[in-house]
């Protein structure tokens, strides 16, 4: 299983971008039923959740981000997004995506070790 984020770069504080992640080694079944997260880490802090969506849709997203932020998956495509409107340059960091393959349909995991596979990131900076 790899997943590969993209879509990251530098933008002005307002600005929009949007994030994707490409599961490969995963049949459209196998993807269907993970759940899918949104993490970022920035220099001296701790990796954090972001955003997540379970297998049934339903989402979580951190305080810091609701109302900017939106994730969304296309399990046709095995790949989940993260749109990201209004950036702020406190959301500066590298963005990571990652996967629970175990994930029952009616939770939505948040905390990093309930996710078993992980991609290498995306750098987001926001600066003028």
């Known amino acids: 299983v790899q997943l590969q984020a993209s879509g990251g770069g530098l933008v002005q504080p307002g600005g929009s971008l949007r994030l994707a992640c490409a599961a490969s080694?995963?049949?459209?079944?196998?993807?269907?039923?993970?759940?899918m997260g949104w993490f970022r880490q920035s220099p001296g802090k701790e990796r954090e959740v972001v955003a997540s969506?379970?297998?049934?849709?339903?989402?979580y997203y951190t305080d810091s981000v609701k109302g900017r932020f939106s994730i969304s998956r296309d399990n046709a495509k095995n790949t989940v997004y993260l749109q990201m409107n209004n950036l702020k340059s406190d959301d500066t960091a590298v963005y990571y995506c990652?996967?629970?393959?175990?994930?029952?349909?009616?939770?939505?995991?948040?905390?990093?070790?309930?996710?078993?596979?992980w991609g290498r990131g995306t750098q987001v900076t926001v600066s003028s």
């Open positions: 080694g995963f049949t459209r079944y196998t993807f269907s039923r993970s759940a």
């Open positions: 969506i379970g297998r049934s849709g339903s989402s």
């Open positions: 990652a996967a629970d393959s175990t994930a029952i349909l009616t939770t939505i995991p948040i905390v990093a070790s309930e996710f078993e596979s």
